[in-house]
């Protein structure tokens, strides 16, 4: 094993439906990518992870790291993805990072045509008419940094709360697949067509972890849900 393979790190994001994976190097340079779209993601996360692995000539044991998107977004596509990562990094030791979804769809903002001049507002659904939303500014050491948390609003709400957002120096752009389902109910708000959240950001955000020592415990890791799941919630007697 090079040292060159154990800088490989195998990145994926399943938060919503388009499951999207990825190889970086130690630096973050991108040796594979590729997604698919699916109703479920079950069906091709593991073999588009073998895929990512195959084409840089790599086993999961030689990799440096395994970095999962963990939401929030979709419960079954979380769920999968993480399981998918777990399950990798379980039987060969290597260290499983675990990002937010929503920091990953922000420095894909960063990335954008718009660059870091923005505070960038990641909106991933959150189903029942609602959306995942926050706001993040460019950060030199952090990539991303967060400057209104992670909160779960319908659209009508999201309006009231971009406005609470300083826009002087940075304007608040939007993108995400929350984004983009509520458009038109969202007056005035900057929307961009921005793909994400990509594993590529996912994993440059792990690169980080990594350097801070932020390994993910394989038996308490959980996705980020935002809400609890259905099956756990009381049904209230009729």
Known sequence: MTTATRELFLCLDTSTPTARVAMLDGHGAVAFAKEATAERHSGHVLSLCAEA???VGVAPAELG???CGGGPGSFTGLRVGLAAAKGLA???GVPLF???SLEAMALDIFGGP???DVTAVPCLDAGKGEVYVAAYAADRDRLVRETAPTVRLTPVAMSAWLATLPSA????????NGAERYRDALPGAAV???????????GRLALLQRVRGEVADLATAVP???????ITVKRQPG
């Open 90 to 92: 379980l039987p060969t």
């Open 65 to 67: 790291g395994i970095a």
């Open 169 to 176: 120096a940075a304007p608040a752009l939007l993108a995400g």
């Open 224 to 230: 980020f849900y935002g809400r609890p799941p259905d």
């Open 53 to 55: 692995m195959g084409a």
């Open 98 to 100: 675990v990002v937010s």
């Open 114 to 116: 718009s660059g870091p």
């Open 192 to 202: 961009a067509a921005i793909a994400g959240p990509t594993a590529v950001s996912v």
